[in-house]
């Protein structure tokens, strides 16, 4: 192994925290990455990690090597874009996570698009609506609705959607029209409770009319945590839906689903693309964030 892969090994350790994960990303064993960084804390005479049973932490001295040895990366990177010349064409794997109702009505039907101007970008999309762990898992970007908070990620916040609240006709017929969005904490009605990722409980909703507001907690015999499986869900007569405009358009224009409490006005919700922020920006990404503004300027649906 030369001293780049070395360098490259302790980088992944340090952002993944766990020499098994950085082994994975980089397609290597665990022994590998494990002797290359002692290789190297050998050669410095520094060290780098403290390792225990459960978990790796960098050191005084190893964050400080980090934050030169990134940089360092992140310069050769760019010296390889200027020897090819501007007109290079971006290439390499792309890792990005998107949240699965967005995976499939925007991002997906698209992807041709971006593959014809970007032939040599192989695009790695997980698809969920958990929050994924973008450095411990080496992901280049990811698409989050919602407050990003996370200090070690650049968020460049894309969209603000609009949100509304739908139910099919079927649950409606079997539970009546609900004339005020209260009706929905008592019986016959019910919502779908969408669950957030990061406690497992349900998000409440916030409802603004003129003066009026309160937030909404609601009734449910069903819960999910996948947004595809929280419409399916709607669509099946289970509750109310509150989502998106986007994941409502196709089924309200095939009478699949029916806005209710149109005077009532939720906050819209943000959608960010998130990056790590000491991690090297490489063309392919650069491309793949000018590619989304462009998608995202020209979906009227959002």
Same mark, same amino acid.
């Given at each position: ?16 925290? $766990? ?14 990455? $494990? ?25 005084? &001295? ?65 698809? $969920? ?17 919602? &407050? ?107 009478? &699949? ?25 490489? $063309? ?19």
């Amino acid at each position: 192994m030369d001293r780049f892969d070395t360098l490259l090994a302790f980088v992944r350790v340090v952002e993944a925290g $766990s020499f098994t994960k950085a082994a994975q990303t980089l397609h290597m064993s665990k022994t590998t990455v $494990s002797q290359l960084v002692q290789q190297l804390e050998a050669r410095l005479q520094v060290k780098l990690l403290n390792r225990t049973t459960r978990q790796v932490k960098v050191t005084p &001295e190893g964050a400080a090597y980090y934050d030169r040895v990134v940089r360092v990366l992140g310069d050769l990177e760019d010296a390889d874009d200027v020897l090819a010349g501007e007109q290079a064409i971006p290439r390499g794997r792309l890792r990005i996570d998107v949240p699965s109702p967005f995976a499939r009505l925007l991002l997906m039907p698209a992807l041709p698009d971006f593959h014809r101007r970007y032939p040599e970008i192989q695009v790695i999309m997980g698809v $969920s609506d958990r929050t994924v762990d973008v450095i411990g898992d080496n992901v280049d970007c990811v698409l989050r609705g919602g &407050e990003i908070t996370e200090p070690s990620l650049v968020a460049r916040r894309i969209v603000d959607l609009r949100l509304g609240a739908y139910a099919s006709p079927g649950y409606l017929q079997a539970a009546g029209t609900p004339a005020h969005p209260q009706d929905l904490e008592q019986a016959p009605h019910h919502m779908v409770g969408f669950l957030r990722s990061s406690s497992g409980t349900v998000a409440p909703v916030p409802l603004r009319r003129g003066e009026e507001s309160f937030e909404l907690k609601g009734r449910y015999v069903v819960a999910a945590d996948d947004g595809n499986a929280y419409l399916a869900a709607g669509l099946a007569g289970m509750g109310v839906l509150w989502m998106p405009r986007y994941m409502a358009e196709a089924h309200l224009a095939q009478g &699949e689903l029916v806005p209710l409490f149109e005077d009532w006005q939720l906050p819209p919700m943000p959608m960010y693309l998130a990056y790590p922020q000491n991690r090297h920006l490489s $063309s392919r990404l650069r491309v793949f964030i000018a590619w989304i503004d462009e998608l995202i300027k020209a979906t009227q649906s959002l």
